[in-house]
Antibody, heavy 122, light 107 residues
């Protein structure tokens, strides 16, 4: 059974940093691209970014709203995905979901974690 | 960036109704469109990929169509479990934007 479990959320002041983690199990983590999606309270889904697999040089892509502030990384030996968030703004307050990209043929997010809440407030 | 616009934002319907949600892209995305269902307090569920292919386990009352810039999600006969918010997402080019969502509510 595929499982994605996020951790690391919490309350942080504007300008602060936070690192989210996602522990993956039930599939060959190293084969898949992984992505982060967020959802502000009462709002819609917002794509945050992606990290490709080793075969694709672990390349990353980011939404403009987070580029230069957020960094996605992974450790295939630990089946783990990370989101380093720096220079946090109040508008970054959201539930952050770790997701698995289904693949180049199907192109969707087929598994989602339960999410971790990040609150940016003074 | 490609903008995704869903309509309507809210849709009122009854059990047994046939409903259609539209998703429009600001430029052509071929058929690289996914649909998701999200119930209150729950994680989004992947429904459809490549505009019209059903993800495994998704009931056949769900269907998708379209290509280029205009897409639809149709539920042929609404069931109580279908009242939720639906999102489209384009996977043609970075950033892989979502539509704003369509909330399907009981009439």
């Amino acid at each position: 059974e595929v499982q994605l479990v996020e951790s690391g959320g919490g309350l942080v002041q504007p300008g602060g940093s936070l690192r989210l983690s996602c522990a993956a199990s039930g599939f060959t983590f190293s084969d898949h691209y992984m992505e982060w999606v967020r959802q502000a309270p009462g709002k819609g889904l917002e794509w945050v970014g992606r990290i490709r697999n080793k075969a694709n040089s672990y390349n990353t892509e980011y939404a403009a709203s987070v580029k230069g502030r957020f960094t996605i990384s992974r450790d295939d030996s630990k089946n783990s995905l990370y989101l380093q968030m720096n220079s946090l703004k109040t508008e970054d307050t959201a539930v952050y979901y770790c997701t698995r990209y289904s693949g180049s043929y199907t192109r969707g997010l087929d598994y989602w974690g339960q999410g971790t809440l990040v609150s940016v407030s003074s | 960036d490609i903008q995704m616009t869903q309509s309507p934002s809210t849709l009122f319907a009854s059990v047994g109704d046939r409903v259609t949600i539209t998703c429009r892209a600001s430029q052509s995305i071929s058929n690289w469109l996914a649909w998701y269902q999200q119930k209150p307090g729950k994680v989004p569920k992947f429904l459809i990929y490549k505009a019209s292919s059903l993800e495994s386990g998704v009931p056949s009352r769900f269907s998708g169509s379209g290509s280029g810039t205009e897409f639809t999600l149709t539920i042929s006969s609404l069931q109580p479990d279908d009242f939720a918010t639906y999102y489209c997402q384009q996977y043609n080019s970075n950033p892989y934007t979502f539509g704003q969502g369509t909330k399907l509510e009981i009439k």
